[in-house]
């Protein structure tokens, strides 16, 4: 089959077209024909050497696919061979056929195409996990979510919108702070021209903050935070280490968690697909909320969606076509 593989760690261009033999489901997998593979962040650090795959996983890069199940593994139910899936995978994403975890299989949503439908598993896995169950969104709460014309923060922005929350975000410019604006935010600070700490700290401060940028955000997070404010860390695109003074913390009575997606349990992910069932696909098949597409590439050119997407000119998910 067709696969793009990362040649050696390093930028967009050691994405390299390849053949490779077809996978074979084990026991508890599927495999899927794929037609469109989504595009994350954590390829491209994969792709660095920075971010390696868990022990078992295939090593070619993406996360997330939507297409038709070829192939079923033993003890597999619920899942049959033709149906039309979007899942969360370990990797093998960019390639014609992929396995993964039947467990961690969703129905296509009615009304969406299967573009759409492979732009949804590892966002939407990532977004409902850390915003709702780990960070504990609640209606009327104030929700601030970094990086809204992100793949993360568009759904952030829609799915904290329809619980109910107050949303705000940060854009790097007044075109992308539009599309959030559109999307249900509240408040939609240019990063280049406000503070956003000054913009929440007048509001009463952030029940919750989403943050995928790390480094010096870190403390000015915490500064933004409202009195029991919970502030969720899942990615560190500025650095991992920063000085922070816990004095301010402990007296606010501040939480501070975080967590990556890829390294859980089968059964963990297992889990959070079965909200993602009851409690979102709904609103994705009501239309509520949705995916915000930018552009598509071939898979043969997954380098070029890659420099796309570290040019964070994007708004919303890139996918590869397979």
Known sequence: MRAVEISKPGGPD????????????????????????????????QRAGAYDPPIGASPLPGLEGAGTVSAIGAGVSGVAVGDKVCALLPGGGYAEYVSTPAAHCLPVPNGLSMAEAAALPETYFTVFSNVFMRGGLKAEERFLVHGGSSGIGTTAIQLARACGARVFTTAGS?????????????????YRDADFVEVLKAEGGADLILDMVGGDYLPRNVKALAMDGRLVQIAFLQGPKIELNFAFLMTRRLTITGSTLRPQSDLAKAKIADRLRAEVWPLLEAGTVKPVMDSEFALEDASKAHAKMESSTHIGKIVLKI
Do not use: H, M, S, W
């Open 14 to 45: 050691v994405l390299t077209p390849v053949e490779v033999p077809v996978p074979v489901p084990g026991a508890g997998d599927v495999v899927i024909k794929l037609d469109y593979a989504g595009v994350n962040r954590p390829d491209a650090l």
């Open 174 to 190: 007044d075109e992308k702070c539009g599309v959030c604006n559109d999307l249900g935010a509240e408040v939609a600070i240019n």
